[in-house]
């Protein structure tokens, strides 16, 4: 049998993990920390669960994520394990309306005047013409802004647009790739009449549904580790030892063992310092942050329903997300408590986020202050690579490498969507390529 070893446990890890086991393959991952599952995690925090950060499950039906979960453990998994989100709140200019699920429901969106919204139709259909395979070979190097300024000639529509960006991307409509925010809107969909009848019907979803972990983001990994998984916790990975250019093992802070596959999904801005033959891509920027502000209230004084808010600013800072996370799931605070997020990208001074985090939790919960008696600032990686459009997606590394037996998987390498999405992607990437290169993997 193939000898797998994974280098690191967190998304990326797990869910390569969980391919090769299906596979037949019993692989061996190795964490230099004493907890799996990288950014996914909770702390136990006065009472409260606390995630690092705000995050949800997104695209339900068609995302990879979803689909891997599904895959690997059961078609219920997310009916046992998950709580769906209702509906994404935007705010902007004291105004407020859920986001369109279908293009049907863009002709209501209230935030905007009826001109703006016709233009904003008109954007995603011309994003739908393009494509999401075909932002490398057509709008290659080229920002949101460059793509959709001749439909924002309206401020709204260009600060709602602006806050779409900052929320796929990272970054502002200025600086965002155009293949990222592509991808979020066109996703696998090519745009047809069949497809336009379809998408105008009330019951269409072209968001297919976000959904929150149970128990708080900690169960995530938790899941994984049912399939008992080799772990080595503590142990880190010192080098990838390589023979006639090819992987022949791994020699760690404590041992050394030989391996056939290894997996990397650190950050591949470091792997060279495991690897030195390593000749492909190496991303252009550096991870960027998200800040969340956590407020724990001694009773529940307002109800937001499992819906997120976005507060959309009025200039191209990025958007604030506001969650009620007790309405997703009660256990997360003390009985009859209330846990709030509010987060946002940590794109400026931490000190003015915070002063207008408060003052927004001010207008949707006023006189919150006399019932709060928890508060946190978490400041947690986003993801491994900014977006940007001088580095779009598609000139990431790939997962396959130069050296026979190794691979990258992860959220600064070669694949579509952000976050779980991008992370399960990667690992599909990655089980195909070894497939084709190992003749001897096959299917349980």
């Not at 702390?43 to 949800?56: E, N, Q």
């Not at 250019?245 to 391996?259: D, F």
């Not at 000190?351 to 919960?365: E, H, P, V, W």
């Not at 978490?378 to 940007?388: S, W």
Request: with cysteine.
């Amino acid at each position: 049998m193939l000898n797998a070893v994974i280098i690191g446990s967190g998304i990326s890890g797990l869910c390569i993990s969980a391919l090769l086991k299906k596979k037949g393959l019993n692989p061996i991952i190795f964490e230099k920390n004493n907890q799996i599952g990288g950014s996914f995690t909770s702390i136990s925090y006065r009472g409260y669960t606390l995630d690092t950060g705000l995050h949800l499950i997104t695209r339900g039906k068609s995302g990879e994520f979803p689909k891997l979960l599904r895959e690997i453990f059961t078609k219920e998994v997310f009916s046992k394990y998950f709580t769906k989100q209702d509906d994404y709140i935007f705010h902007l200019n004291d105004k407020s309306s859920k986001f369109p699920k279908n293009l049907r429901e863009f002709f209501n969106f209230k935030i905007l005047s009826p001109k703006s919204r016709f233009d904003l139709f008109r954007l995603i259909i011309s994003i739908l013409k393009i494509g999401r395979k075909n932002t490398d070979k057509n709008l290659k190097n080229i920002s949101s802004y460059e793509f959709t300024k001749k439909y924002l000639k309206n401020k709204d529509l260009f600060f709602l647009c602006n806050a779409l960006s900052w929320m796929s991307t990272g970054c502002s409509i200025k600086e965002g790739s155009l293949c990222r925010f592509a991808d979020t809107i066109a996703r696998d969909k090519t745009f047809s009449l069949s497809y336009l009848l379809n998408s105008i019907k009330k019951k269409s979803d072209a968001l297919e549904g976000d959904f929150y972990p149970i128990g708080g983001l900690k169960k995530i990994p938790k899941l994984f580790e049912s399939l008992n998984f080799e772990i080595h916790k503590n142990e880190e990975i010192k080098k990838i030892l390589i023979r006639n250019n090819k992987v022949s093992g791994i020699k760690t802070n404590k041992t050394q063992y030989k391996a056939d596959i290894v997996i990397y999904t650190g950050k591949v801005l470091e792997l060279k310092k495991i690897a030195s033959e390593y000749k492909g891509k190496f991303p252009k920027n550096e991870e960027y942050k998200a800040i969340t502000l956590w407020l724990g209230l001694n009773k529940k004084i307002a109800y937001f329903g499992k819906n997120s808010h976005i507060i959309i600013k009025n200039d191209e800072s990025s958007p604030l997300w506001f969650m009620d996370l007790t309405s997703f799931d009660s256990n997360l605070s003390p009985k009859g408590k209330q846990l709030i997020g509010i987060s946002t990208i940590l794109h400026k001074d931490k000190n003015l986020i915070l002063k207008d985090m408060k003052q927004t939790a001010g207008k949707l919960m006023p006189d919150y202050k006399k019932y709060l008696e928890m508060e946190k600032v978490m400041i947690d990686r986003a993801e491994k690579t900014l977006q940007t459009y001088n580095n779009p997606l598609w000139d990431l590394p790939e997962q396959r490498t130069n050296i026979k037996g190794l691979y990258l998987a992860g959220t600064d390498t070669k694949a579509f969507g952000s976050g779980g999405t991008m992370c399960a992607g990667s690992a599909y990437s990655c089980i195909n390529f070894i497939e084709k290169d190992f003749k001897l993997l096959k299917s349980n």
